[in-house]
Structure formats: structure tokens, C-alpha cells
């Protein structure tokens, strides 16, 4: 685990700190004021994931010190640690952009909790749901990298360059932002993924991780239905036949090892392996509006939706090639409980 940076200028608490958050399985490094807080982050020599600093410190005070902490890197948690809780300095702390607020005197088992929050937030808050994001904080353990079966989605625009052509820089920041990654982010979020990345026009988001269960694959597929039923909403309310568009979506289930990785500067919960690749694989063969499977998807998801294979097509260039099925919908209940397997 990264290291923990405790500034404070009482050696006591500090050395509390450092006694109980040690426990944990951080590193803690020590600082006694803001100045020498600044100078080991800018050194780099100790990579820092988290910073709890006093509020009350002789020279510069614990917001101004985390937030010039941010300034030099945004990836950090930044947690203040004070004995004047006013509400004046609580909304102090949430305008500069801080991550957590804590209280002196502090209970132990509640102050290990909290910054085990912070850091969860403050990783995840932006690619997954709340209701994935309180079952992380159930298992912290979530979050460390690890190799797990997992369906990975991949959708993309078709022929995003001509439309980038066509329209004005506006126009195609409006596009893009209101009417193709809010609705689509939103159906992830509906269906429990973790929004990987926006990759230019395309996106990619994981289903079962950090957190997973039995349906993954199924929650996967009826994402991707979901989402091209939002671009058909959205292309309706276009009046412009050349601002409409279109998207390819593939979907692939395998072992993946899936963990926050990155530098001191940038880190991000994303997945590596075979299914990761044939994801993206299965999304460069999709037609406009096409929504392309492997074959260990397919086995898990056919009682729920109707699928074809397309023939002549298989997906190359990996580890194990694959079978590729098309969605064409769901299947109604009561075929649900008949449908045949792949």
C-alpha cells in the first residue's frame, strides 16, 4: 500500500497516528508543519496516496497545506484533522475541494474507517454506483489488484470522424456530453458497472468489479440493449439527420486482473487480460447499432435473451478465438425458463 503522510505539530499526535494507522498497513511518513509537508510530496522520493494534516499548525494552516498538496498532485486524498469542528470550518474544507473532515479527540476504530472511506471515494466516486460504492466499503479488500472472472462492455461511435467534420466544436462537445456520455454513463451506473474510461468517443466499463455476483455477464448485456435504446431516444430528439448517430458494442466474460494501477500522478480502477481484448475485439466487428458476444457470454446470458450466431464470423488475434453471438432483444418470461443454450 502507498504511503500515508501525517502532518501535524504535536509529536504526540503524530506518533499516535502513526501507532494506529499502522496497523492498516500504511506506510506513514511524518511532518510537523505545511512547509515540510509540501517539500516530500515535491520530492517524490516517498510516493504519498493519502494526507491527514492538522487544521491549527504555526505557518501556513492545514487548508491552505492540502490544498497547495492538491495543486501538486489531484490524485492525493486530502483529509483535514482538527479540534475547532465549526461548521464555518467544515465548509471551508468542502469549497477547498478536501476529501475528508475529521474531529479531535478522535476514536480509533472510527478514524481507521473514515480514512478508509476517504480513500474509497476518492478513488471510485466517479465509476461506480452508490449502491457498489457502499458494498466496497463493506470489503476494502475490493479494491486491491486481483485476478477475477469479470465481463468486460466496450461501445464506440460509428463514424465519429465525420461527424467531428461536420459539426462545430460546440455542437460536438454538447453531442458528445449530454446526449451520448451522460445517458450511457447513466445506464452503467443503472445496471452496477464501474465506468472504466472514456476512451475519445468510446467507452468501457466493467462488469464484476470491483464488486461482482452471479449476473454479471446478464447485467452487461442488458446494459448494452439499454444503451442503444438511449441512442435511439436520443437520435428522435435530434431534428438533424447529420448530427444523428450510431454505436457498436462488444462484450466479452474471462479472468481479468482488475486493481487501481498508475503513477504517483494519475491512477485509475481499471482491467487487464484476454477478455479485455476480445471486448474491444467484438466492438471494432460490430455494425452500427450491433451488439456482438463471445461465446462464454453467450452460455451465461441465452436463457434471458435472444441471440444468433453469425456465421463465417469469428473473433481472432487472442489467446482463444471465439464464437460470436449477435443480441437481437429479450426473450420474453416465459421463454426465459425454454430458451435453449448456444
Given at each position: ?18 501507532r ?5 498497513g ?31 499548525m ?13 495543486r ?13 469542528a465549526?461548521m464555518?470550518?467544515a ?13 479531535k479527540p478522535?476514536d ?35 479494491m486491491?489488484?486481483r ?50 474510461k ?28 439499454a444503451i ?13 439527420a ?5 454505436v ?10 482488475a ?19 476480445l ?14 458476444i ?5 452460455l451465461?446470458v ?11 464470423l ?10 460470436v ?16 443454450r448456444?
Amino acid at each position: 500500500m502507498n504511503g500515508l503522510l501525517v502532518v501535524d505539530d504535536e509529536a504526540g499526535v503524530r506518533r499516535s497516528l502513526k501507532r494506529l494507522l499502522e496497523k492498516d498497513g500504511y506506510r506513514i511518513l511524518l511532518a510537523e508543519d505545511g512547509r515540510e509537508a509540501l517539500e516530500i510530496i515535491k520530492s517524490g522520493a516517498e510516493p504519498v496516496e493519502t494526507v491527514i494534516c492538522d487544521y491549527r499548525m504555526p505557518g501556513m494552516n492545514g487548508i491552505e497545506t492540502l490544498v497547495e498538496i492538491g495543486r501538486i498532485d489531484t490524485e492525493i486524498t486530502r483529509i483535514i484533522l482538527t479540534a475547532y469542528a465549526t461548521m464555518a470550518n467544515a465548509i471551508e474544507a468542502v469549497n477547498s475541494g478536501i476529501d475528508g473532515f475529521l474531529t479531535k479527540p478522535f476514536d480509533n476504530r472510527e478514524l481507521r474507517a473514515k480514512v478508509k472511506e476517504c480513500m474509497i471515494k476518492k478513488r471510485l466516486k466517479q465509476f461506480v454506483s452508490e449502491q457498489v460504492m457502499a458494498e466496497i466499503q463493506k470489503n476494502t479488500w475490493a479494491m486491491e489488484p486481483r485476478r477475477i472472472q469479470a465481463t468486460i462492455l466496450f461501445t464506440d461511435m460509428r463514424d465519429f470522424s465525420g461527424l467531428a467534420e461536420r459539426l462545430a466544436p460546440a455542437e460536438l462537445s454538447d453531442l458528445l456530453n449530454r446526449h451520448y456520455f451522460n445517458p450511457l454513463d447513466g445506464v452503467i451506473f443503472a445496471h452496477n458497472g464501474t465506468l472504466d474510461k472514456h476512451i475519445g468517443d468510446g467507452v468501457m466499463a466493467i462488469f464484476g468489479a470491483p464488486v461482482g455476483g452471479s449476473d454479471d455477464a446478464l447485467r452487461a448485456v442488458q446494459a448494452a440493449l439499454a444503451i442503444r435504446e438511449a441512442m435511439d431516444r436520443t437520435n428522435r430528439g435530434i431534428p438533424e439527420a447529420d448530427k444523428r448517430f450510431a454505436v457498436g458494442i462488444g462484450i466479452a466474460t474471462g479472468e481479468v486482473m482488475a486493481g487501481i494501477f498508475g503513477s504517483c500522478r494519475k491512477k485509475e480502477y481499471t482491467a487487464y487480460g484476454s477478455a479485455v481484448n476480445l471486448a474491444s475485439r467484438l466492438e471494432n466487428m460490430a455494425m452500427p447499432d450491433e451488439i456482438l458476444i463471445c461465446n462464454r457470454t453467450a452460455l451465461l446470458v441465452v436463457e434471458a435473451v435472444r441471440l444468433e450466431k453469425v456465421m463465417g464470423l469469428t473473433a481472432r488475434g487472442i489467446a482463444h478465438p471465439s464464437e460470436v453471438f449477435r443480441v437481437l432483444g429479450r426473450k420474453p418470461e416465459r421463454e426465459n425458463k425454454t430458451g435453449n443454450r448456444p
